[in-house]
Structures are given as C-alpha cells and as structure tokens.
C-alpha cells in the first residue's frame, strides 16, 4: 500500500525558472494539503485542495504561487519566476478528509534556488 | 486563531534517560492533537494523536502523550529514549471542524549513544 508519493525529491531552478512540483495522495485519499518549511521553522500551511476544487489556499503567497489538483493525475504545487527565498522543504499529506481524519505526509521536494 | 507552542527547541539526552517534550496550545474549543516525528532526511510519521477517550495516549516506539485540558497541553513522553529516536519532533493542533492543523516549530532531539 504506496503512501504519498512526491517527486521530485530535489529540485534546483535558477532565479526567474519555474519549478512544477507533484503529489500523488496515498490511495484511497480524496485530499491533499500543501506544507511549506524553512530551516529552523515547523510547518507552514499553504494551500488545500479536493480533486478539482480549491479548499483552502488562505496560506499561499499571493503571487507566482498556484496549486491544483486535476480529477486525474497528481496535485501541483506550481512556482513561478522562483526567488532564493523560495527554497524550502515542500511537503504534502493527504487524507480521507473527514473532521477526525489524519494527514500522512509524503518525504518531501527540497527546492533550491541559484 | 489557534497557536502551538513547543518550548524546547533543542533537547539532548544520553540513552535510557526519560523524555518530555511540551505542546501548549491556544484554542477554546474541541481539539484533535498530533504528535509527529522526522527522522533526519526523512518526512513526517505519525507518533500518535488524540480525539477523544482516555488523555493517555500511547503511539509508537514506546512513546505516549497526555492530553491535559485545564493546561491545554499535550506533552509527549518517554521512559528510556534510544539513539534511533534522534529527530525532530512536532506537536499539531487542529481546532474541532477544521481540517487543517497548526503545527508547533519543532523540537530536536539528539540522543548521545
């Protein structure tokens, strides 16, 4: 039984690249959340999602940040014209989506920008 | 809006010695409670968690925790700490009808052979 799947497990873009990052939920999971952390700093909410709708993106930078989660194939987490502080640890967890459900996390994209 | 508060940053420990992580949260009302633990270059597993029933909780590894409403608190404990459990350890709150939780900063914990 897969668990969440994210790939890719390092990224390196250059300032001004694009840096397109997956997440397949583990099955049977209708719900993906999307997690950003810094060093030294726990996690930080950024955006959650059902297949096809936005739920909740109350924490994702208003600009060149966007997140989908199309009714087939994984969910995106998409960054556009990447700055040096947007390198971070991205995660995502999925889960069944009910109130007294659980979030199981994927290992995890690490982004670095040059 | 509800907070988590993981007072020790930074634990270290020899093996066999007790453990208690603190998680202090603010939230009035229902709460679910996390604990999770990363393993160094690794993601997030659960530890435990608590919805309802007894605040003893026990999880993983020999680990438990104790849901203590009158101190809004959810410290995470245990008896005799092993080398492997050199990580880095989060509390989350997630208030009754949210879905998402708010995690605390992180506690790290290394434990000297």
Redesign the interface.
């Known amino acids: 039984n897969a668990g969440v799947m994210q790939n890719p497990r390092h990224l390196v873009r250059r300032r001004g690249q694009e840096a397109r990052l997956r997440c397949s939920p583990m099955k049977g999971h209708s719900h993906v959340y999307w997690y950003r952390q810094l060093p030294e700093e726990g996690l930080k909410f950024m955006v959650y999602l059902q297949k096809e709708n936005i739920i909740d993106e109350s924490g994702m930078p208003k600009e060149r940040f966007s997140a989908e989660f199309p009714k087939e194939g994984p969910s995106i987490l998409r960054i556009q014209q990447v700055v040096r502080g947007d390198s971070a640890a991205y995660f995502c967890a999925s889960s069944t989506g009910t109130v007294e459900d659980t979030q199981y996390f994927g290992p995890g994209t690490r982004l670095t920008v040059l | 809006a509800q907070s ?1 508060s993981q007072h020790n940053h930074h634990v270290i420990l020899s093996e066999a010695a007790s453990l208690e992580l603190g998680c202090n949260y603010s939230y009035g009302g229902t709460v ?1 409670l ?1 604990w ?1 633990v990363q393993y160094p270059g ?5 530890l435990l ?1 608590y ?1 309802s029933g007894d605040p003893l909780v026990k999880g993983i590894k020999g680990f438990e925790a104790e849901f203590i409403k009158s101190k809004f608190s959810f410290n995470l404990r245990k008896p005799s700490v092993q080398w492997s459990d050199t990580a880095e350890y ?1 509390c989350a709150v997630r208030g ?11 506690t790290s914990l290394i434990v000297h052979p």
């Open positions: 988590v679910n996390f999770y690794q993601h997030l597993q659960l968690k919805f989060f009754g009808g949210s879905y998402i939780p708010t995690f605390g900063r992180g």
